[in-house]
Nanobody, 113 residues
């Protein structure tokens, strides 16, 4: 059974940083693409970053140059380093596998102005 568990969310002031973690079980990260998504109140869930099995990455324009996705295959963990946070980054953040079949429960990120 695949399980993804996010952590690291919280309340931060604008301009601050947070690092999210997504630990997986029942899934081998090194052979799977993994992604970070977010859903703000009243908005659709959106893909913001993805890391592929070969290590290449992609970012949504809204987070490019501020967020960094990385992985530690030995720990079966994917990270999202978020810098220069803005109030509009406030959302529930989720990790998922590359085919969007398995999802974590989400972690709340709130950025105050």
């Amino acid at each position: 059974q695949v399980q993804l568990v996010e952590s690291g969310g919280g309340l931060v002031q604008a301009g601050g940083s947070l690092k999210l973690s997504c630990v997986g079980s029942g899934i081998i990260f090194r052979i799977n693409a993994m992604g970070w998504y977010r859903q703000a109140p009243g908005k659709q869930r959106e893909l913001i970053a993805r890391i592929y099995s070969g290590g290449s990455t992609m970012y949504a324009d809204s987070v490019k140059d501020r967020f960094t996705i990385s992985r530690d295959n030995a720990k079966n963990t994917v990270y999202l380093q978020m810098n220069s946070l803005k109030p509009e980054d406030t959302a529930v953040y989720y990790c998922a596998d590359g085919v969007e079949v398995h999802w974590g429960q989400g972690t709340q990120v709130t950025v105050s102005s």
